[in-house]
Nanobody, 119 residues
Framework: QVQLVESGGGLVQPGGSLRLSCAASGNIFRVYDMGWYRQAPGKQRELVASITNAGITNYGESRFTISRDNAKNTVFLQMNSLKPEDTAVYYC????????????????WGQGTKVTVSS
């Protein structure tokens, strides 16, 4: 019913930058909170950043910047000064109500996009 599609991951050298994008699509009534989580091998999934539909942000990683385009149901993550320890799969997260019945809100996850920081 709702899909989150991430893009922008890849291989980057230490000190480089990447911008991740995540677009929500499907039978959407409204997109509420959106955010990014990451998970490295052998580690727990952790919050990177989140942003409400009103633009209030919350950061687990202060080096990055989260933003969103409500008109496009898209959230971005600008990552600068990347370090090898930033290597992980980054997952988009969103709370979305569907345009069906009671328009219930549910949590959705993207498929993940790989970020590798290495020389």
């Amino acid at each position: 019913q709702v899909q989150l599609v991430e893009s922008g991951g890849g291989l980057v050298q230490p000190g480089g930058s990447l911008r991740l994008s995540c677009a929500a699509s499907g039978n959407i009534f409204r997109v509420y909170d959106m955010g990014w989580y990451r998970q490295a091998p052998g580690k727990q999934r952790e919050l990177v950043a989140s942003i409400t539909n009103a633009g209030i942000t919350n950061y687990g990683e202060s080096r990055f910047t989260i933003s969103r385009d409500n008109a496009k149901n898209t959230v971005f993550l600008q990552m600068n000064s990347l370090k090898p320890e930033d290597t992980a799969v980054y997952y988009c997260h969103a709370v979305v109500s569907t345009n069906d019945g009671f328009r219930l809100s549910r949590v959705y996850w993207g498929q993940g996009t790989k970020v590798t920081v290495s020389s």
